[in-house]
């Protein structure tokens, strides 16, 4: 028996997944083996605040390596979306991936982080980001989930195409999301012990991220008059 076009898609979808998923897993291996070795040579006793200083060619050559990996996980999402909100979908969800499984590989390969609340340094671009391990796993859940939503409209031949305001809101729920990650400075600078994360910040942004979009799919929805 023949397949109908929407089982072939169907099923080219869920490969798609698949491999998408795969990729993420697979990076943030990468990216914990490399972890793995820098601790090994700047905390061989237990990864700990405050911050032991780099030396800046090892700085330099680490922000670069970030750099690359965010080029990776743009390409293999442009290359496997066929629009821009699909690719942007793809983007969150192997970055996501990568963030949840570059835990999970530090946890099998060095067994940190003892508990959710450890503190870690997130990334380097344009300064440092630190925060509890809890709250880049609450987000990168967020991206998974938003992202389906996402994909579920535009694989139903619905539309997804986001107003000014609610790029607006989105965006400035990631800005103070980012910001709960570099207010602290003076810990992010290896200068003190890190002070209370702002989860309130990350409450809102998170909060604004998902009524921006559950405000795009109301929207958008066929047979629904458009929020102004």
């Given amino acids: ?20 998923f795969l990729f993420g897993v697979v990076m943030a291996y990468f990216e914990a083996a490399v972890v793995v070795y820098l601790r090994q040579l700047y905390y061989p006793e237990g990864f700990r605040f405050p911050l032991k200083v780099m030396e ?40 996501a991936l990568w963030d949840i499984f570059y835990y999970i590989w530090l946890k099998v390969l060095l067994g940190w982080p003892e508990g959710l609340f450890d503190w870690d340094i997130l990334f380097l671009i344009p300064m440092p980001w630190i925060a509890p391990v809890l709250s880049p796993v609450i987000v990168s859940f967020c991206l998974i989930i938003g992202a389906a939503f996402i994909l579920k409209r535009l694989w139903s ?3 997804f195409a986001p107003n000014y305001r609610e790029w607006a809101i989105a965006v400035g729920g990631a800005f103070l999301i980012l910001l709960s990650y570099i ?16 989860w309130n910040f990350l409450a809102v942004g998170v909060a604004a991220g998902f009524y921006a979009l559950a405000r795009c799919l109301i929207r958008t929805r066929k047979g629904e008059k458009p929020l102004e």
């Fill in 1 to 20: 028996m023949e397949r109908t076009i929407e089982e072939t898609s169907e099923k080219s979808r869920t490969g798609l997944l698949f491999f998408l």
């Fill in 56 to 95: 800046n060619h090892i700085l330099l050559v680490e922000i670069g390596r970030e750099a690359a990996s965010i080029v990776m996980l743009l390409a293999v999402a442009l290359i496997a979306g066929r629009s821009f909100y699909e690719r942007f979908a793809f983007f969150a969800i192997i970055f």
């Fill in 157 to 159: 031949g619905g539309v």
């Fill in 183 to 198: 207010v602290d400075q003076d810990a992010a600078r290896s200068l003190a012990l890190p002070g209370s994360y702002r």
